[in-house]
């Protein structure tokens, strides 16, 4: 009888042992995990993490005051653990598939536009996938940690293991202070980033936009200046092709793909009697959030993240746009993305603004917005570039075809009356576009698709319009997503500035652009630095001065719900 009490004793305390084996292990490994490049996969990582430490140590400070198991305890720690595995599982997708840190404020606001785009393009039955992962993953991830808690906590009423496993905690807390200062450890331990430090720059970032030192920050005004004697006369269009990264140009396998495309494309501008020169240029964001870079090449000034393009937009700055109106020029921006009103084109100074509902698309859908390239560019050509009489254009152009996950691309159609109508295509190339499904864990393909169906956009323009004066300006906005590029790859984007004006061409030429198609070289610029590199090629007496007037603050109420050119 004793054996067998001996036995159920040892056995019971064998189990106790390995469950907290399992839940320390559980709880490491759940904020240490790093991501399997380039899926949405994850791997065990081989760092410590001091949130799994100070979890502990509050556990062995509970377990000293309460010697029964204080399971209310486990319900709010749980619920904070879920928020910590989540919060880690966004952050290393993130960098690891875009190459940018996550921003959990200003990022969040777009998950119901991702959302919907997803449900568009998906299948139903990754659609259902999805949301059931969603309700699901939460559900499991605050069950399992309860559980890792309790086990943890049972083994805590020794006061021995209590105080081994509360100097263990105290070591690793000591060791991540020293490695965060800089001092170094005798162990060499290396730390996970705290997804708990987030919310303390969450905090901080609010006290310093409050302070002022934000708009501080951005500087004094500017006064752009050019007198545009090299584009004079000319409609000047600026296209922002959405995802064109320097990519496409030094992965082999892509740019092997694109070569017809973009030799077709050379054709269209040679035949037309123009040249084209490019060069690579350094976006100020990459794989999304587009119109930092939109802004930071039109107004000059840097802007890496959404609250600095906040703060510049609530005040009264100069633009490239504003430029051209004040030199003749009737301003007009093409945002076939814009679902809603956008306000920010007051800021920028726009005379029109060709959205979803002004386009007025008719034809087919592709994708989550619909309007494809071809008939945007039509549309306006036809609405304000074709009347005779009129003053030149400035036209800014930010594309959808290219945006993630790159299909169905729609077909090229020659005849760009018939772009107009609502049959734009043929039931053939339709059916065969619309059947273009995309492969979530191999986009390369479909991303080639998309560059190749926008060279022919650009190129058939070219032709169509062959004895227009015209400027076109063809500039990425930002790399593809890592899915596509890679891990650690540039942020660098091609330009490509396609005109019959020679004396334009040679300028940027003496600033290192290359003759030609093929941007590769050194990067010339930044994407706000580009801006005066660009004011110089179009004319004379051109530079970015101080300006005399005060920052003063606009009348532009911005929406957190307006952009959706992700």
């Not at 399971?71 to 598939?97: A, H, N």
């Not at 991702?114 to 992962?133: N, Y």
């Not at 004066?469 to 990425?476: A, E, F, K, P, T």
Request: glycine share 6%; with cysteine; proline share 5%.
């Amino acid at each position: 009888m004793n054996k067998e009490r001996d036995w159920s004793v040892l056995a019971s305390r064998v189990y106790e042992w390995l469950g907290f084996a399992v839940a320390l292990s559980a709880l490491h490994l759940s904020l240490t995990f790093v991501n399997v490049w380039p899926t949405l996969k994850v791997r065990a990582g081989d760092e410590f993490s001091v949130e799994v430490a100070v979890a502990v140590l509050s556990l062995v400070c509970v377990a000293s005051w309460h010697r029964k198991t204080a399971e209310f305890r486990f319900y709010w720690l749980s619920g904070i653990w879920v928020l910590l595995v989540l919060g880690r599982y966004i952050d290393v997708t993130t960098r690891s598939l875009y190459g940018r840190d996550v921003n959990l404020y200003w990022d969040l606001r777009h998950v119901p536009k991702v959302g919907a785009m997803f449900t568009t393009v998906a299948s139903v039955w990754e659609t259902l996938l999805v949301v059931f992962a969603a309700i699901m993953v939460p559900v499991v991830i605050y069950l399992s940690s309860y559980w890792c808690f309790a086990r943890i906590f049972s083994v805590l009423r020794n006061v021995h293991i209590r105080r081994s496993l509360g100097v263990a905690a105290s070591a690793i807390c000591l060791l991540y202070v020293l490695d965060r200062v800089g001092v170094g450890s005798p162990l060499e331990a290396e730390f996970s980033d705290p997804v708990s430090i987030a919310g303390v720059e969450e905090v901080y970032e609010y006290i310093y936009e409050m302070t002022g030192a934000g708009v501080a920050a951005l500087g004094p005004p500017q006064l752009l200046s050019s007198d545009f004697e090299h584009v004079q006369g000319a409609d000047v269009v600026l296209v922002f092709m959405e995802s064109y990264g320097a990519v496409s140009w030094e992965a082999e396998h892509l740019a092997a793909d694109l070569a017809p495309s973009r030799s077709k494309f050379e054709e269209d501008v040679v035949e037309t009697g123009r040249n084209v020169v490019s060069a690579l240029v350094e976006s100020t964001t990459f794989g999304g959030e587009s119109w930092l870079a939109h802004i930071s090449l039109l107004s000059g000034i840097e802007i890496r993240d959404d609250r600095a393009n906040a703060r510049l937009m609530a005040q009264d700055r100069d633009t490239l746009v504003k430029l051209f109106g004040r030199q003749g020029y009737r301003t007009v921006a093409i945002m076939p993305g814009h679902l809603q009103a956008w306000p920010e084109g007051a800021f920028y100074g726009f005379d029109e603004i060709y959205d979803h509902g002004k386009l007025d698309y008719e034809g087919p859908p592709f994708g989550w917005w619909s309007v494809t390239d071809q008939y945007a560019l039509a549309r306006v050509d036809s609405e304000e570039m074709e009347p005779k009489g009129v003053d030149p254009r400035f036209v800014v152009f930010t594309t959808l075809s290219t945006h993630a996950p790159f299909t169905p691309a729609p077909p090229y159609q020659p005849d760009w009356s018939r772009v107009l109508t609502d049959q734009p295509y043929d039931s053939e190339s339709l059916d065969r576009a619309w059947s273009d499904w995309p492969d979530w864990f191999n986009l390369g393909p479909s991303y080639v698709k998309a560059l190749g169906y926008a060279y022919q956009t650009f190129g058939g323009y070219l032709r169509f319009r062959a004895e227009r004066d015209l400027v076109m300006i063809l500039i990425g906005d930002h790399q593809p997503p890592a899915l596509v590029s890679g891990e650690e790859a540039s942020w660098n984007v091609p330009i490509h500035v396609v005109t019959n004006r020679q004396r334009l061409l040679e300028k940027l030429q003496d600033r290192h652009f290359v003759e030609g198609l093929d941007p590769r070289g050194p990067v010339v610029a930044r994407m706000d630095t580009l801006l005066p590199i660009l004011l110089e090629a179009f004319g004379n007496n051109a530079g970015i001065s101080r300006a005399s007037k005060q920052i003063g603050m606009s009348s532009i109420k911005l929406s957190p719900d307006v952009s959706n050119n992700f």
